[in-house]
Nanobody, 123 residues
Framework: QVQLVESGGGLEQPGGSLRLSCAAS????????LGWFRQAPTQEREFVAS????????YYGDSVKGRFTISRDNTNDTVWLQMNSLRPEDTASYYC????????????????WGQGTQVTVSS
């Protein structure tokens, strides 16, 4: 079992930045790929970014490449998502997830999920 708790969401203006955090606990977190997904109302869950166990293999969804950065600290079992140049279309609930698979860019590959944190981008 892996428990995940997200924080850092909120309201931000277009062009601004937010940093999401996800605290993981349970099984050896460094054995898991940690990823971020997002879901807006009436839309399917979308892959945002993932980081392999050692943090050395990183993938991004096409819609966030060049704007978002994922990073992790296995010492503190934490993964972050730095979101820059935010756009209204980034508005969604953001979820942290853990997968035993490597790489993992599909939601079905993730076994453990956080409760989500809301990000709203609006002027």
């Amino acid at each position: 079992q892996v428990q995940l708790v997200e924080s850092g969401g909120g309201l931000e203006q277009p062009g601004g930045s937010l940093r999401l955090s996800c605290a993981a606990s349970g099984h050896t977190v460094s054995h898991y790929t940690l990823g971020w997904f997002r879901q807006a109302p009436t839309q399917e869950r979308e892959f945002v970014a993932s980081s392999g166990g050692k943090g050395d293999t990183i993938y991004y969804g096409d819609s966030v490449k060049g704007r978002f950065t994922i990073s992790r600290d296995n010492t503190n079992d934490t993964v972050w998502l730095q979101m820059n140049s935010l756009r209204p279309e980034d508005t969604a609930s953001y979820y942290c997830a853990a997968s035993p698979h490597y790489p993992a860019t599909f939601s079905a590959q993730y076994y453990y999920w956080g409760q989500g944190t809301q990000v709203t981008v609006s002027s």
